[in-house]
């Protein structure tokens, strides 16, 4: 396969996961500011945390000041996550990834899965999203969900399973990885942190972040009902059956490579970035019996990010062309 | 049987949807003859389509035109900042073309393609037309697209035009006659498949009645196509033939991205390719890969920088000398420029005489050759009459409309005329043929004046013809000019089964 081919279909498969996961965490944010009686600051600020925007905001917006209204100003930080083009994570950005690099590649993408894409990208352009957003909220992340869970969909039900679906979902897994990461790591900190509060507000907060996770269901399944720091903070990063954990994406994520390059195909490219998956998915197993507490998750979930982040870019620099194969 | 009978019945030609259609005076309609009586092929499909209501048609218009936009069937405006796409215009009124029509058709573009393809080879060897007199060398060799340093190379395969797509028009008596030959790299192929996927969808019951030849082939036929011309070192179970594209800002990367698709072929760009040992291959995530055939839509100019543009980073350093060893087959050829050319048009006729001993079977467009002092001075004395056009454009661009000039407008052909003669032909207009087509703004059918692009694929094993082609249709009130830039949309071209 193409490495430039290889490049956009794993990119085409972050965007995807990048967008559904934004429109998810703010329909949830939404959601949990008409539950919780909770300052508005204390709902809308981990939405630009978790994003990795928050200096990109204060820059733009908040300034060094930590009480400025922009934090709990929950339209403003809307806006701001799905339609400003100069935020890299908002929605608008992502679709547009999204759409440009499965244009590039429109030739691998399958026909239905490409409608499916572009269909979303028109509709953003036009008028009928914005009067969606500006009169049923609820109804316009609900578009962008299904539209994304559509394409991933019809990704795997349309398109042959070899190589370039292989891509496109280690793309997915690994953008997963980081967004269940990040989202955990914030609301674990600012929720442990407060305490005192009322049981009630602690487990809508809970639930809040397990709905923003598409896990709320599975996890009452799991605990049986019973909502506990300890078991939420477990669940994301340890179940192997929950698809959105921590484990499960990363082991999936080294699957999903060992099928396009064999471990014991020494002569290949992309030995490496296997072998640091399989470095990073032996160690997340092996933390899943350890206790949970508040300092060890973050440790954990930063160290899960850092070496995200280098895998993606070994995984580049290995397989998509980053640097041209040598000749034979 | 019963069906077909109270169809034909119900309602006559030139009423319904076409009740009041007004033909264009001395020109030729192609569905409509004398009095408003459809022509007698088409006869059965002009009567169910007449059943076709106003308001469906303006319906089904639009939901195709939707249909287009949410496929991305589009081609980027250049220009834009924004990346903005639009849909080809099309209109989905069919264009008929009788059998015996089509069959004259066929047999004329094979013989003039074997005729080119041979006068190519000759060119770029032993060039005996050239010492026959029979084609002015000064012509030849002076062309902007011939390129001396080919003289002498072998395409593999022995196929030069590969793909071609010849245009063609009809005039006032409904004689049909070449216009020009697209060599390089002709596009629009594309649409005549996706415009048949939508008259299916839009008019199943018309469809299903009229026998129309099928065109979604046209991939398989490419491939093989390609195939077939692999260097004779690649076995055809692992050929390896790739589309090249000059990326997603062209105007025609949806029909590069879509050729690949529908032939399961990868569509690459050149920095994907690199030239080693004279070989060409492919950077994959397995490393490299060896291609054997490129179908390449770039232009030649920027297939290879150490050949043809020092200056240019684009392209393959190398691709040539790896052609030029009979590495690595190119679709179409290198070179083929110098017989598309509109001042070396008037002579394929010769060239069919010369290289085949046969009578042509397509006619031509009269034309002036303005290095010619005799043409020149008639042309320059009736310029407000006649065409003219630059050799070396095409789009509609670089060209005057006499009859529709200013005296500005002619004064200053006059003079580039006059400053580069090589550069110029000129021909009478002619009555381009009509058709019906559907006008949105108006809520009504109209004619407006058609072209057709066949396309025709050459093998190893010789030319053939699509049944089918893109009719492209000028669809400004009054205009001639069918380009896509300049105005002009497509249809649908059906081509009938015998009766």
Same mark, same amino acid.
């Given at each position: 396969?193409?490495?430039?081919? $290889? ?15 934004? $429109? ?305 | ?110 013989q003039r393609?074997r005729a080119l393809?041979m006068f190519?080879?000759d060119i770029?060897?032993?060039?005996k037309i050239l010492a026959a007199g029979v084609v002015p060398a000064?012509m030849i ?37 070449v216009?020009?030959d ?37 991939? !398989?036929?490419?491939?093989? !196509? ?18 090249? !594209? ?93 017989a598309?050319d509109?001042a070396v048009y008037p002579f394929v006729p010769d060239m069919i005489e010369f290289y085949l001993s046969e009578t042509p079977?397509l006619e031509q467009?009269p034309t002036?050759v303005?290095?010619f ?127």
């Amino acid at each position: 396969m193409i490495s430039r081919v $290889a490049d956009h279909c794993f990119w085409f498969g972050r965007y995807i996961e990048r967008a559904e996961a934004t $429109a998810r965490m703010l329909a949830a944010s939404v959601s949990l500011a008409l539950d919780a009686e909770l300052p508005a600051a204390q709902v809308w600020r981990p939405v630009i945390v978790v994003s990795g925007e928050e200096s990109r905001f204060r820059n733009r917006i908040a300034g060094d000041d930590d009480d400025h209204p922009a934090w709990g100003d929950a339209e403003l930080v809307q806006r701001f996550m799905v339609w400003d083009e100069d935020s890299v994570v908002s929605l608008t950005r992502s679709i547009q990834g999204m759409r440009w690099n499965a244009r590039s590649i429109r030739e691998v993408v399958s026909h239905e899965a490409w409608e499916a894409v572009n269909e979303l990208h028109l509709w953003m352009r036009d008028d009928a999203s914005h009067l969606t957003y500006a009169q049923h909220r609820e109804g316009f992340y609900q578009h962008v969900r299904r539209a994304t869970q559509l394409t991933l969909g019809l990704l795997r039900s349309t398109m042959l399973h070899d190589e370039p679906l292989d891509f496109m979902w280690l793309g997915v897994l690994l953008e997963r990885i980081n967004q269940t990461a990040r989202m955990l790591d914030v609301h674990h900190y600012a929720f442990t942190q407060a305490s005192g509060r009322h049981e009630v507000v602690e487990t809508a907060l809970w639930l809040s972040l397990l709905r923003a996770l598409s896990g709320s269901e599975a996890y009452l399944k799991r605990a049986a009902g019973r909502i506990s720091s300890e078991g939420v903070a477990r669940f994301l990063m340890s179940e192997p059956a929950f698809p959105r954990s921590i484990a499960y994406c990363v082991h999936s994520a080294y699957s999903r490579l060992c099928d396009i390059r064999p471990p014991d195909s020494h002569d290949l490219p992309g030995g490496a970035s296997l072998e640091r998956l399989r470095v990073l998915d032996a160690w997340v197993g092996a933390r899943r019996t350890e206790p949970v507490s508040a300092t060890g998750v973050h440790e954990l979930l930063t160290h899960v990010v850092d070496e995200v982040h280098d895998i993606c870019e070994t995984i580049g620099r290995e397989l998509l062309g980053a640097t041209p194969a040598p000749a034979s | 049987m019963v069906q077909s009978q109270s169809q034909s019945q119900s309602q006559g030609p030139g009423s319904g949807l076409f009740e009041g259609y007004p033909p264009l005076a001395g020109t030729y309609d192609e569905m409509f003859g004398d009095g408003g009586v459809a022509r007698a092929p088409f006869a059965r499909v002009a009567a169910l389509l007449a059943k076709v209501a106003p308001d469906e048609l303006a319906r089904s218009q639009a939901l195709a035109e939707t249909a287009l936009l949410h496929q991305g069937v589009t081609f980027s405006v250049y220009g834009d900042a924004r990346g903005t796409e639009k849909i080809f215009p099309f209109c989905l009124l069919p264009r008929l073309i009788a059998a015996d029509d089509f069959r004259r058709l066929e047999r004329g573009l094979q013989q003039r393609l074997r005729a080119l393809g041979m006068f190519l080879d000759d060119i770029y060897g032993d060039q005996k037309i050239l010492a026959a007199g029979v084609v002015p060398a000064e012509m030849i060799l002076g062309a902007a697209g011939y390129r001396p340093m080919l003289r002498g190379v072998k395409p593999p395969g022995g196929v030069r035009i590969h793909i071609s797509g010849v245009d063609l028009i009809r005039d006032a008596d409904g004689t049909w006659r070449v216009l020009e030959d697209n060599l390089r790299t002709p596009s629009g192929v594309s649409y005549v498949v996706e415009n048949r996927m939508l008259s299916k969808r839009m008019f199943p019951r018309v469809f299903d009645t009229a026998r129309v030849h099928r065109v979604d082939h046209y991939p !398989t036929r490419l491939a093989e !196509t390609l195939r077939s011309v692999a260097p004779t070192d690649a076995s055809s179970g692992d050929c390896n033939a790739v589309v090249l !594209t000059p990326g997603t800002y062209n105007s025609a990367y949806f029909e590069h991205s879509f050729l690949a698709r529908t032939m399961g072929l990868e569509l690459v760009q050149a920095p994907d390719l690199f030239v080693d040992g004279d070989k060409v291959y492919c950077r994959t995530t397995r490393g490299p890969r060896r291609v054997d055939v490129i179908y390449r839509r770039t232009d030649e100019a920027f297939l290879d920088p150490e050949v043809f543009r020092p200056d240019s980073m684009l392209g393959v350093p190398g691709l040539m000398r790896a052609y030029a060893a009979g590495n690595v087959a190119l679709a179409n050829a290198p070179g083929n420029g110098v017989a598309d050319d509109k001042a070396v048009y008037p002579f394929v006729p010769d060239m069919i005489e010369f290289y085949l001993s046969e009578t042509p079977i397509l006619e031509q467009v009269p034309t002036y050759v303005c290095l010619f002092d005799d043409d020149r001075k008639y042309v320059l004395e009736h310029l407000d009459q006649m065409v003219v056009k630059a050799v070396d454009e095409a789009g509609g661009y670089g060209m005057l409309m006499g009859p529709q000039s200013t005296a500005e407008e002619r004064d200053e052909f006059r003079r580039r005329i006059e400053a580069e003669p090589r550069r110029y032909i000129a021909q009478h207009r002619i009555e381009l043929s009509s058709c019906p087509t559907w006008i949105s703004e108006r809520g009504a059918v109209e004619p407006r004046r058609v072209d057709l692009r066949p396309y025709i694929l050459t093998s190893r094993e010789g030319p053939w013809v699509l049944p089918g082609g893109l009719t492209r249709v000028a669809l400004k009130r009054g205009s001639y000019v069918v380009n896509s830039s300049q105005g002009g949309g497509s249809k649908d071209t059906w081509v009938m089964k015998d009766a």
